[in-house]
Nanobody
Framework: VQLQASGGGLVQAGGSLRLSCAAS????????MAWFRQAPGKERNFVAG????????YDPASTKGRFIISKDNAKKTVYLEMNTLKPEDTALYYC?????????????????WGRGTLVTVSS
């Protein structure tokens, strides 16, 4: 199983980024895919999750309608579109996967993790 996240970078406040996570080694369409993030010195937190059966779940506190999660089963890729970025969005963003079917915000329920991609938002 491999989860390869990409798309992070340095962006000014108010800007946008789209993260991608390419998956391999499992039946992508049957899995719940999620994004978590970990800011410096803080614990890792759920951002958004998606699955064909379980639907979409967002953490309202962190996303507040600014982020959109989507997936492309043919490409075995999950995306996180992030808009109106703020300095507090600065974090290492991780892609995670679990067999599901429930789209969970609990990191302990996710079996596979990617290495993460760093997002830095300057003020």
């Amino acid at each position: 199983v491999q989860l390869q996240a990409s798309g992070g970078g340095l962006v000014q406040a108010g800007g946008s980024l789209r993260l991608s996570c390419a998956a391999s080694g499992f039946t992508f369409r049957d899995y719940v895919m999620a994004w978590f993030r970990q800011a410096p010195g803080k614990e890792r937190n759920f951002v958004a999750g998606i699955s064909d059966l379980g639907g979409i779940l967002y953490d309202p506190a962190s996303t507040k309608g600014r982020f959109i999660i989507s997936k492309d089963n043919a490409k075995k890729t999950v995306y996180l579109e992030m808009n109106t970025l703020k300095p507090e969005d600065t974090a290492l963003y991780y892609c995670a996967a679990t067999p599901g079917p429930t789209t969970s915000n609990n990191g302990f329920e996710y079996h596979y993790w990617g290495r993460g991609t760093l997002v830095t938002v300057s003020s």
